[in-house]
């Protein structure tokens, strides 16, 4: 085992933990940044949602090898004081049910809108198909990217 | 109300000690066993009201988060009888000692607002009675004259004011009044209209802390690997190879919990090995390397084809009456039409988003538990059995819940962390992955239905029989009363229409597939199952679908007028877009009725698609609209996601699915618009946290048979040929 060194919300990080943890063990539990949650461990559900070098990715079946001297942005590092658009805007629309699916939600719309400020409806269903949601807030999440993309 | 007509209402508030003016209150039990007869103290509050000295109010209850908002609906009926301003209203922390209430602490049934819907707005109008009359003696002028206005108190003749912060240390001081006045209506500021709710911010920063997201100071974290088959054991493990991996530090065997005991609601877990360790991903990596050899008991032979096949066996024999209209044999004998068919629903799975886990910490004076629950009444009692220390000594500590849908009343993780940290001397989190999630649920019982019905000459239905053979779901709480399940037969005793000759009958299978409350209980195959029937019946009589159900609700005027404006909203009697179907339904459960109105299409691979669900609810008075919408919306996703896709099969005696790969779930890209009517009312007070699901499975099957002449009668739909 090697130090292993990342930068996560913007702080750089060193971690000493075996190379195949998942990033998302090593966020949580290491780091102690429990927003990034657990669905399935095999890149089904998109609860382990984080943005590795401004790019979504399952954080549940990355390695943290892969994840050395890289920028890692988790749900606690979107905004200050919950500004982001996407965020301002899942208040406005009262999306969350229990919320346990919406870090990851809220990470997958982020990285559309970072690329598509501008999303279709068939661009949300590419870029949102893959977060699982049991509450079924799908149809809010769909309104609240809209509202998102259009300044809130 | 008359749920707590037999308590005084000198029992029903109370002051209480606290900074500022704190009223306890308390809330009735939904149901008449849910009352703890062994509780001592005549008054038992299970509910605060604290208006702090800063003007703040917080609402503590004794219920769950767990996504259907039931929390902020509750804070809602306080603050529109006390006048608060909703910015200052908060939530308090869940309390931790059910033993010491009055009822038990079991958020389900969709009963959280219907046992609060008075009381909670009564203590908020004996708060605001109390302010007002503490302005009043301030500025020596008559109660009457003064009026409470969105966190002040305005002496209207003057126009002077003060804000409750500057009143409540004097209204804490006087008494409480007996029989406050609830506002009328039409004055009401937040029921009935949109309001925010108050768990929203915490959920979009990651801040909401779940069961998964506790932190103990030296707490360890544990996997269990458990016996694939069910009933098993272990016969003998070797631990060597995965306590050579780093950070593992214990290994514990833990014996099965069979759950036969009865009470209020036993326990169950599979045997199983733990392994213990300083992180989930080396208790994990310590797991696969575990060697157990199982004893799998008498079950290794079960599978769903035996347990269908002993279903239809069982079928040929009458089974018990659950309910009796006329001479329905005689009337089926003498129809001039008469068709019968067999319906099949498969068991199915929970799927929580989070899955199961808890945190024990067991000490010799105490314990804590820290887990998603639903039902902290039997968390705590389970932690007191499993840690040997009195029950007034565990501590219950609710965090949200990442979905619930009854899986979350069950108490298997709480028995297995309060098992390991006892076992290890350490506080534990025991971490389902979702693989032991999928496979060792509490499943909604399969279930077989044997129909029959008869119409006359002129088309009119005369007869219905039903004949329901499934697994008891109450069989682990004791004898059936009467040899009914009331869950199995719920939503088929009380079918709404008017057959003039009818039977319900129920047969128990006994299987040793554990069993557990899924949204919606047996309305969820009921609904199904009865709403397709229907449609055959019309079928048979040679009219509309909903034409039929209107004619048959004439002494259902509710029911009827749900079915009437879903019907409308929803356009039928008009053409459907080209290359789609409609279909409806009707259900009532938990005191509210649904219809629904799916508009579904095929694609090319013979995947059903559905475009559009048109829903209209009766729940008597409306609390929050918003919240309606979205239990309508998560209703329809998680019986449509079931209805296209769920089943849980057994072969060998284990359960053959493992994950979101084998058990799909409803994804984005295929949500229907849905939209949601309510129908005014001033019925009793009916639920929300289920009632959107039972009529959507019917609903797009009867949409399918209406675009293709194929009726659906096993469940999943699947693809259509």
Known sequence: MAPIHLTVNGKLRTVDVAPDTPLLWVIREHLGLTGTKFGCGMALCGACTVHLNGTAIRSCVTPISAAAGKRVRTIEGLSRNQSHPLQRAWVAEDVPQCGYCQSGQLMSAAALLAKTPHPTDADIDEAMSGNICRCGTYQRIRAAIHRASKGV | ?721
């Open chain 2, 1 to 721: 109300m008359s749920t707590h007509s037999d308590l005084s209402r000198r029992e029903f508030l109370q002051t209480a000690a606290g900074a500022g003016l704190v009223l306890a209150i308390h809330l009735p039990p939904p149901l008449r066993r849910d009352v703890r007869a062994d509780s001592a103290d005549p008054f038992a509050p299970n509910a605060w009201l604290a208006i702090a000295p800063d003007g703040t109010v917080t609402v503590t209850m004794d219920r769950s988060e767990m996504g259907q908002g039931a929390p902020t609906a509750l804070a809602m009926l306080v603050a529109e009888e006390l006048e608060a301003d909703w910015a200052t209203v908060r939530l308090g922390t869940t309390v931790e000692n059910p033993a010491a209430w009055s009822r038990r602490m079991l958020t389900g049934g969709s009963s959280s607002v219907r046992t609060s819907y008075e009381p909670l707005r009564k203590a908020g109008a004996a708060a605001r009675e109390m302010l007002v009359a503490a302005a009043a003696a301030q500025w020596g002028v008559e109660p009457a004259t003064c009026q409470a206005r969105q966190g002040t108190v305005v002496h209207t003749p003057s126009g002077r004011s003060l804000p409750y912060k500057a009143l409540v240390a004097t209204a804490a001081t006087l008494p409480v009044p007996a029989n406050p006045t609830l506002k009328p209506p039409a004055e009401f500021r937040y029921l009935g209209k949109r309001v925010k709710r108050l768990d929203t911010p915490l959920k979009i920063d990651g801040s909401a802390v779940f069961g998964l997201d506790v932190q103990v100071p030296g707490m360890l974290v544990a996997s269990i690997q458990r016996c694939p088959v069910i009933g098993g054991k272990v016969k003998r493990y070797d631990a060597a190879k995965a306590k050579a991996h780093p950070g593992v530090r214990h290994v514990v065997e833990l014996p099965e919990i069979p759950g036969t005991g009865g009470g209020f609601f036993p326990t169950r877990t599979a045997a199983g090995v733990a392994v213990v360790a300083d992180t989930y991903w080396q208790a994990l990596q310590g797991r696969r390397a575990l060697e157990v050899e199982w004893d799998e008991g008498p079950n290794a032979g079960l599978s769903s084809a035996g347990i269908s096949a002993l279903f239809a066996q069982l079928a040929v024999q009458p089974g018990v009456v659950a309910r009796k209209e006329g001479e329905p044999d005689a009337a089926l004998g003498a129809a001039a039409k008469k068709i019968a068919a067999v319906y099949e629903v498969p068991f199915l799975y929970h799927a929580t988003m989070e899955p199961m886990n808890a945190t024990a910490h067991v000490r010799s004076d105490g314990c804590d538990v820290w887990a998603p629950t639903q039902n902290q009444t039997g968390a705590q009692a389970v932690a007191a059995q499993y840690a040997g220390v009195p029950i007034e000594q565990v501590r219950v500590h609710t965090t949200f819940l990442g979905g619930g849908f009854g899986r979350r009343a069950e108490t298997d993780f709480v028995a297995e962390a309060v098992q390991l940290s006892k076992a290890v001397g350490a506080p534990v989190k025991v971490i389902w992955s979702r693989e032991d999630d999928v496979q060792h649920g509490f499943y909604r019982p399969a279930s077989y239905h044997a129909f029959a019905a008869g119409v006359d000459a002129a088309g009119a239905p005369t007869a219905w029989t039903h004949r329901i053979v499934a697994p008891a779901i109450l069989a682990r709480f004791g004898p059936l009363q009467d040899g009914i399940d009331r869950t199995t037969v719920e939503g088929a005793a009380n079918l709404p229409y008017g057959f003039p000759n009818l039977r319900v009958e129920q047969t128990v299978a006994d299987l040793p597939v554990p069993l557990g409350f899924w949204r919606s209980v047996g309305s969820s195959h009921n609904a199904f199952v009865t709403e397709s029937f229907v449609d055959e019946v019309a079928v048979a009589a040679g009219k509309d679908p909903f034409e039929l159900r209107r004619a048959l609700l004439a002494a259902q005027p509710r029911h009827r007028a749900v079915l009437e404006l879903a019907a409308q909203k929803a356009g039928w009697g008009t053409p459907a877009p080209a290359g789609r179907g409609r279909g409806i339904a009707l259900a009532e459960s938990f005191g509210s009725i649904v219809a629904e109105v799916a508009e579904v299409s095929l694609e090319s691979g013979g995947q059903v698609r559905v475009h559009r669900v048109v829903c209209a609810v009766d729940c008597g008075p409306i609390v929050n609209p918003d919240t309606i919408e979205a239990q309508m919306q998560s209703g329809v996703v998680y019986g449509l996601t079931a209805a296209l896709y769920g089943a849980i099969t057994i072969d060998k005696g284990r359960v053959q699915q493992s994950n979101f790969n084998d058990y799909p779930m409803l994804r984005l890209r295929e949500m229907p618009a849905v939209e949601t009517y309510i129908v005014p009312s001033d019925a009793k007070q009916g639920g929300m946290g289920e009632p959107g699901t039972p009529p959507i499975a019917p609903a797009v099957c009867n949409a399918i048979f209406a675009l293709t002449g194929k009726r659906i009668r096993k469940l999943p739909i699947g693809t259509i040929a």
